[in-house]
């Protein structure tokens, strides 16, 4: 099965940039990178997804580098709304169900 | 666009009662999953459908049954509802693939007593 590893838990506070990286080592050619932030009683929201080098839109960037066996999910400017799980995924569009995995997530915690 | 809706959104069981729980999507897509999470964990991939009239099992699917007879629809049956099943249930869509971005439903919590 796909695996990718990220940090349990994570601090911040307001108005500072998150990081939040996700190791996928045996990541496979055709596979794509996603994100997904998850608030208390709701379903995981996506957030971004990407394959290589970088992608930006409107509330975060996706950074890859060229071994893609990591990727990093870059918040710019926290809120205290920005409090939630984050989830990285990691699959492809013919992988079958196998590679669907949520781990346990990053728990981002941002104080005032 | 209501996106994904998940109906009930609380239940509480007995020990072998039988449910079903129903999700549906106004979005056209051909995938749709549904998946449970326990606290403080990932969420399970159960079963999923990749298209009308079909389903596959996935990561834990003992205990479970589904139908995809509509496009739109996707119902998780609980034959005989056990204690290890409660949990909060998300059913999910993606466009047409496993890759894509999958849009989530806001749950059910179900709890078998």
């Known amino acids: 099965l796909a695996k990718t590893t990220q940090p349990i838990s994570m601090d911040s506070y307001e108005g500072q940039e998150v990081n939040i990286t996700c190791s996928h080592n045996?990541?496979?050619?055709?596979?794509?990178i996603t994100w997904y932030q998850q608030f208390p009683s709701q379903g995981p929201r996506f957030i971004i997804q990407g394959y290589k080098t970088k992608v930006t839109n409107e509330v975060a960037s996706l950074f890859i580098p060229a071994d893609r066996k990591s990727s990093t999910l870059s918040l710019p400017r926290v809120s205290l709304s920005d409090t939630a799980v984050y989830y990285c995924?990691?699959?492809?569009?013919?992988?079958?169900?196998?590679?669907?995995?949520f781990g346990a997530g990053t728990r981002l915690a941002v104080h005032p | 666009n209501a996106g994904v809706t998940q109906t009930p959104k609380f239940r509480v069981l007995k020990t072998g009662q039988s449910m079903t729980l129903l999700c549906a999507q106004d979005?056209?897509?051909?995938?749709m999953y549904w998946y449970r999470q326990d606290p403080g964990m990932g969420l399970r991939l159960i079963h999923y459908?990749?298209?009308?009239?079909?389903?596959a099992k996935g990561e834990v699917p003992d205990g479970y049954n589904v139908s995809r007879l509509k496009k739109q629809n996707f119902l998780l049956g609980l034959e005989s509802a056990a204690p290890s099943q409660t949990s909060v249930y998300f059913c999910?869509?993606?466009?047409?693939?496993?890759?894509?971005?999958?849009?989530f439903g806001d749950g059910t919590r179900l709890s078998i007593l």
């Open positions: 045996n990541i496979a050619t055709n596979d794509y």
């Open positions: 979005m056209n897509h051909e995938y």
């Open positions: 995924l990691v699959g492809d569009q013919g992988g079958g169900y196998n590679k669907l995995i």
């Open positions: 459908s990749v298209g009308e009239g079909t389903t």
């Open positions: 999910a869509s993606s466009r047409d693939g496993f890759n894509q971005p999958q849009h």
